[in-house]
């Protein structure tokens, strides 16, 4: 089993609907971050957190570090949202690396 | 600020040969990372450096893979005998704290190919 879990793996939804992608986790983290990979293959960080909630325009991500589980939310998605969002976890063990989720495929459809 | 720059963006090679990849962090980070995307494993970490020492590379598959940075503003990867199995794209990425406590930026990756 992966440290990290995503889900669903792949997503296709119309455009203006409210996204949700999950990520789940088995070990004690210090950190979560969610990163969005572009079709060209480029990688933007867009959140890091440890606790409660950030958001950031349309964007908002949650965690609940008792239930090892975190949320990105996408409202009124449009087609440009179109991407693979990956989930990555440092855990708390003294280890400062980054261990990935396997990403979750998104398409909004015009 | 240009980003994390890596070269070369593509790379096709035979197998045997050395390849060597180049990033570039952006000014004034003091972490960098070198990743692997294959489709198989998705990413990985291959090593992290912090203040240009390596803390932990125990992500480097093997002993044909050797990772410098000898100064804040350079870092190499290379892998000598190149296998097909090294096929997939390497990302750099830099952050301005130690490991994965803060943001990273990542370069543009380069897209080996070995035959």
């Known amino acids: 089993k992966n440290e990290v879990e995503q889900s669903p793996q792949n997503l296709t939804a119309q455009e203006g609907e409210f996204i949700t992608i999950n990520c789940s986790y088995s070990?004690?983290?210090?950190?979560l971050h969610w990163l969005q990979q572009h079709p060209g293959g480029g990688i933007v960080s867009l959140f890091m957190l440890s606790s409660g909630k950030k958001k950031h325009g349309r964007l908002i991500a949650t965690i609940n570090i008792q239930e090892k589980h975190s949320s990105l939310h996408i409202t009124a998605s449009h087609p440009r949202d179109s991407a693979v969002y990956i989930c990555a976890v440092v855990s708390n063990f003294g280890n400062e690396k980054l261990t990935f989720g396997t990403g979750t495929r998104l398409t909004i459809i015009p | 600020d240009a980003g994390v720059i890596q070269s070369p963006r593509h790379e096709v090679t035979e197998m045997g040969q050395e390849v060597t990849l180049r990033c570039k962090p952006i000014s004034g980070h003091n972490s960098l990372f070198w990743y692997r995307q294959t489709m198989m494993r998705g990413l990985e970490l291959l090593i992290y450096?912090?203040?240009?020492?390596?803390?932990?590379d125990s992500g480097m598959p093997e002993d044909r893979f050797s990772a410098k940075m000898p100064n804040a503003s350079f870092s190499t990867l290379k892998i000598q005998p190149s296998e097909p199995r090294d096929s997939a794209v390497y990302f750099c990425?830099?952050?301005?704290?130690?490991?994965?406590?803060?943001?990273?930026?990542f370069g543009p990756g380069t897209r080996l190919t070995v035959l």
């Open positions: 450096f912090n203040n240009n020492v390596p803390i932990d």
């Open positions: 990425a830099s952050s301005g704290g130690r490991g994965g406590y803060n943001e990273q930026f």
């Open positions: 070990v004690g983290i210090s950190a």
